[in-house]
């Protein structure tokens, strides 16, 4: 029995952890190195066992001296991530963790297993401070950012566990990342991009999962939405817009205030410019609420005009949280909505909503603690 949690929310705003090896890019590794009086190719054997061999526990890196792995432990390898609890479903095809950061902040990652891949869903950030009304992380407000180290050993992790068969079904392969868990990403901005970095670099410099089966979402911070594209990443960019009107938006999404849909949209074509790839635009569908045929035909013509064929439209059945007053649509909605959306010429598919029997909309799962 696990011994009940504070909840994430009743936590008080906290520190980042101290630097940890996967906070560092190749100079500062050797730079480190230098630091403790090492020899800088110990940079590169000890990356290789964390991105390679997946490795985080100094003590088992076998191929370094003795002293050489207490150093490191005390430098580099600070406790970042505890399960706090695994919990799983769809027969054992999704497994949530519930993790305890090394100052107490919960945060939690999904793995998600099909026939042809195996996704992670990691957090960026513990809590958020996007507001979202439907959102169960979003009443909780921000805790606090994570480090990169914190949002790359989610995926390390996870690579580990599947590799050794630690998870329902058999030994596999990690293949895919979707930066959707709890936290708006591209407001932890700096420690995400580098984090991609981390994800998508060979050994042994990151974790040489492929940029195609990387998806970082937003709720469309405009501004950082064409940071990205400048970086020189092809990741995939999810656009949560929900509804495409900013009357209700401005009430669902609160950041379009700030940003309406026009300068989403925009700031979206700029990433799908820039990059080559298409936008995936994610659309909680919400009974009574967005799920209305000439909000569907609305978003189609907007995507439509603003970024042609290089749009995908997910519609994500709302997975209500307990005691709130959103529900998703009755399943006669939906497909309404999807096909007024094709209708103007947008791909729209409803996604698979796994999880829902374990709490895995983002957020719940550390707000029930
Ligand atoms: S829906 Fe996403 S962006 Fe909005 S509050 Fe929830 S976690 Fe934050």
Not at 87 to 115: F, H, N, Q
Not at 120 to 144: D, H, K, V, W, Y
Not at 179 to 186: N, Y
Not at 230 to 253: F, I, K, M
Request: proline share 8%; charged share 25%; aromatic share 4%.
């Amino acid at each position: 029995m696990t011994a009940p949690l504070p909840l994430v929310f009743d936590a008080p705003r906290r520190g980042m952890p101290p630097r940890h090896l996967a906070d560092l890019d190749a100079d500062g590794r050797r730079a480190a190195m230098v630091e403790l009086g090492l020899p800088k190719f110990r940079a590169d054997q000890i990356a290789r066992q964390y991105y390679g061999r997946l490795q985080a526990d100094p003590a088992a890196m076998t191929d370094l001296p003795a002293a050489v792995r207490d150093t490191i432990a005390g430098a580099l390898f600070p406790p970042l991530l505890t399960p706090v609890r695994h919990i799983a479903c769809d027969s054992g095809e999704t497994r949530k963790t519930l993790w305890r950061a090394g100052d107490g902040t919960l945060l939690e990652s999904v793995l998600m297993r099909y026939p042809d891949r195996a996704t992670l869903c990691i957090s960026s950030q513990a809590g958020c401070g996007m507001a979202c009304p439907f959102c169960a992380t979003g009443q909780g407000g921000l805790n606090r950012n994570l480090s990169t180290a914190e949002i790359v050993d989610q995926v390390r992790a996870a690579a580990a566990d599947l590799r050794d068969g630690a998870v329902p079904g058999g030994a596999g392969r990690l293949s895919n990342i979707v930066f959707m868990g709890m936290g708006e990403p591209l407001a932890n901005y700096k420690r995400v991009v580098n984090a991609v970095r981390r994800i998508v670099s060979p050994a042994p410099d990151g974790l040489g999962i492929s940029q195609r089966n990387v998806v970082v979402s937003t709720v469309g911070l405009a501004p950082a939405i064409r940071k990205l594209a400048d970086e020189g990443l092809s990741v995939t960019l999810a656009v949560s817009l929900h509804t495409p009107d900013d009357e209700l938006r401005d009430t669902l999404v609160p950041v379009n205030n700030r940003w309406p849909v026009a300068e989403v949209l925009d700031a979206a074509r700029y990433y799908a410019d820039k990059t080559g790839r298409r936008i995936s635009v994610e659309y909680a569908l919400i009974r009574d609420i967005n799920d209305h045929p000439w909000r569907a035909e609305m978003l189609g013509a907007k995507l439509h005009k603003a970024l042609g064929s290089r749009v995908h439209v997910n519609v994500i059945p709302l997975n209500p949280t307990p005691g709130s007053k959103w529900d998703a649509s009755p399943k006669p909605v939906e497909r309404e909505f999807v096909r007024r959306v094709e209708a103007q010429g947008v791909p729209c598919t409803v996604r698979d909503t796994r999880g829902q029997e374990i709490a895995a909309a983002c957020g719940q799962l550390a707000a029930e603690g």
